[in-house]
């Protein structure tokens, strides 16, 4: 075995998904010099796994200027499921210029509770949580996670973070001041070790994290298939009395779920044979053929979180970190949510610009969300069972969520644009994903968020803001500019991840510009703006 010694990398992330790719990019946007990622598999995952992008997973791809890199995969996942529309309306045979109508548009759709569609026509967006969102965000989008994840390898290569397929983390040996990784015949040496390698992750099994949850119940499978039969399987989602079943949305995708118990091995591969059964068996329809399997897996509701998300020089982020059934889309979403969070904070540590305590926030912060994601899936899960009371109970749910409050509630869920933070100060905004702002000189709030740096807005061109952040050099960018629609917002400081770190001035469109600048020239004020660089920015840089 070859051993490195010295520390050759400043952090060594295992697993090269979205959610290890994501934090590699973050981390050296954050200046992080040396950052490594390895991955077990010697090629992208195809097998069919995510393809839902919430609400802030998409404002933050496009915070970092990546959503006209997805936009082709995009478009063919829209392809698709126009396909898959025309043809269970009996409209498979209008193709190109002579389909027109309704069958050159994507179609439209709200998302779904345990099952239950949603209306987009119920759904009102006039509430606060919407109020200033990116528009090219909307309530979240369709991608196969398999291009998500090239895009971000794409990303991460730019950004010259090192990347090496089909190479296994073994083990590791942490000490206080860093982290000897194991590699398949190699040894490096890295200051920090972040496991995004799965819900089996060997590097949390390896450090000891407590990973306390509730054990699997259900049977399910997802699958693209070839089928003959299939115009007897109703498009959508449907209960039967031995489980649940989906068809579509795009041609060839089937979905099952039973659940009497969990599988025997939920690892093994999955055959044609074992599939046909199931769906005959869930949807009812015994002419139903599986003649070809594109790709499959199984799924079950174990549900566990790790207590914690770094012990020492060890951290947690994706699954590796919390695992749930994929009801409701939550599982990528939450992850990449955790390496942008964490992203910055490492990076800053790394570099000496924070203290270890900076990386304190990053469980304090993730951790309920978490919590949340779980329970989210859990009550999706207790709606879908077969028996009387949940059938009972999910009549009630239906009636509910077929209201224009209750469709907007669970809209507003789904999407994540309610996710914010428990963060020191007493502003509305702080805390929350800033608001994408149309700023006097054409520009957005969020173009500015490109490089990945904290950014101060100031709205009212008070000289007292720019003093205060002058000692932070290029690790902040300074931006002075007027926003006509919040006249009386005074300042933001943003965090890297975007969410509002201080805010001044007075929520909504009350008040003016006189009131933005008195605002943001009361003392309290500048106090907490220099707390608030001090905790997200970091140690001011020393000048003569």
């Avoid at 979240?140 to 996670?145: D, K, W």
């Amino acid at each position: 075995m070859t051993t490195t010694q010295g520390t050759e990398y400043d952090v060594v992330v295992a697993g090269a998904g979205p959610v290890g790719l994501f934090l590699a990019g973050e981390l050296r946007l954050g200046g992080a010099a040396r950052v490594l990622v390895v991955e077990r598999l010697a090629e992208v995952d195809e097998t069919i796994k995510a393809s839902w992008i919430n609400h802030p997973s998409v404002v933050a791809l496009n915070r970092r200027g990546l959503l006209p890199e997805l936009a082709a995969a995009r478009e063919a996942v829209l392809e698709g499921l126009r396909a898959f529309q025309a043809g269970a309306k009996g409209e498979s045979d209008r193709e190109g210029e002579g389909g027109g109508g309704t069958a050159t548009q994507p179609p439209r759709t709200a998302g779904h509770f345990a099952g239950i569609m949603l209306d987009p026509d119920r759904f009102d967006s006039s509430g606060p949580e919407w109020a200033d969102a990116d528009p090219a965000a909307g309530p979240g989008l369709v991608l196969p996670q398999a291009e998500l994840e090239r895009a971000l390898g794409r990303w991460a290569g730019r950004l010259g973070v090192e990347v090496r397929r089909g190479v296994e983390l073994t083990g590791f040996t942490a000490d206080a001041d860093g982290v000897a990784v194991h590699l398949r015949g190699e040894t490096v040496r890295a200051g920090w070790l972040v496991g995004c390698d799965g819900g089996r992750s060997t590097v949390r099994k390896l450090a000891g994290f407590a990973f306390p949850g509730t054990d699997p119940e259900i049977t399910g499978y997802q699958a693209v298939v070839e089928l003959t039969g299939a115009e007897r399987l109703k498009p959508g989602w449907h209960t039967t009395d031995a489980g649940t079943y989906v068809h579509g949305p795009f041609p060839g995708r089937v979905l099952t779920v039973e659940f009497d118990s969990p599988p025997a091995d939920r690892y093994a591969p999955v055959t044609a044979e074992e599939l046909q059964a199931n769906l005959r068996r869930v949807s009812g329809v015994p002419e139903v053929t599986v003649t070809g399997v594109r790709t499959a897996t199984r799924f079950t509701d174990n549900a566990r979180q790790a207590t914690e998300y770094r012990k020492g020089r060890v951290l947690l982020a994706g699954d590796a970190a919390h695992v749930h059934s994929p009801f409701g889309g939550q599982g990528l979403n939450l992850g990449l949510g955790d390496a942008l969070n964490l992203g910055w904070k490492l990076a800053a540590v790394v570099r000496g610009r924070a203290p270890e305590s900076l990386l304190d926030t990053y469980t304090a912060e993730r951790h309920p969300l978490g919590a949340w994601v779980l329970d989210w899936t859990r009550a999706q899960i207790a709606l879908m069972r077969p028996d009387r009371g949940a059938r009972a109970l999910r009549r009630v749910v239906a009636d509910l969520a077929g209201s224009t409050s209750g469709t907007t509630y669970l809209v507003n869920r789904v999407s994540g644009v309610w996710q914010r933070y428990d963060l020191p100060g007493s502003h509305p905004l702080t805390g929350a994903s800033a608001p994408d702002l149309e700023l006097s000189d054409g520009t957005r709030l969020g173009e500015h968020l490109h490089t990945g740096r904290p950014l101060l807005l100031d709205l009212t061109g008070r000289p007292a803001l720019r003093a205060l952040a002058a000692p932070y050099g290029d690790r902040l960018t300074f931006l002075t500019a007027t926003c006509p629609a919040k006249p009386a917002l005074a300042a933001l400081l943003v965090r890297p991840d975007g969410f509002v770190g201080w805010a001044a001035g007075t929520e909504g469109e009350k008040g003016g510009a006189e009131d933005a600048k008195r605002c943001a020239e009361d003392d309290t004020e500048d106090a907490g703006l220099t707390e608030a660089l001090e905790r997200w920015v970091g140690t001011a840089v020393t000048t003569a």
